[in-house]
């Protein structure tokens, strides 16, 4: 399964629905954000669920992000 790249349309998109510039939402902070605490117990052996299982923690980091991306606009 692979990735897919956001493209200049849906960044649009995305700034559109926040009220932001492309270049207010492209922006990278300097400072470190808070990441997940995603963790279980035990030990996982397959490698297409060890790739399912960091495709969900990027996608929980990028809603972290964009969550406190509109916080601070508020």
């Not at 559109?16 to 270049?23: I, Q, T, Y």
Request: proline share 0%.
């Amino acid at each position: 399964m692979g990735a897919k790249a956001i493209n200049v349309s849906e960044v649009t998109q995305i700034a559109s629905v926040l009220g932001v510039s492309v270049e207010k939402l492209l922006n990278v902070k300097e400072e470190e954000s808070i990441m997940h605490k995603f963790s279980f117990m035990g030990r996982v052996e397959n490698e297409k669920t060890k790739e399912k299982i960091e495709l969900l923690k990027t996608i929980i980091d990028e809603i972290i992000m964009l969550e406190e991306y509109v916080d601070e606009e508020n």
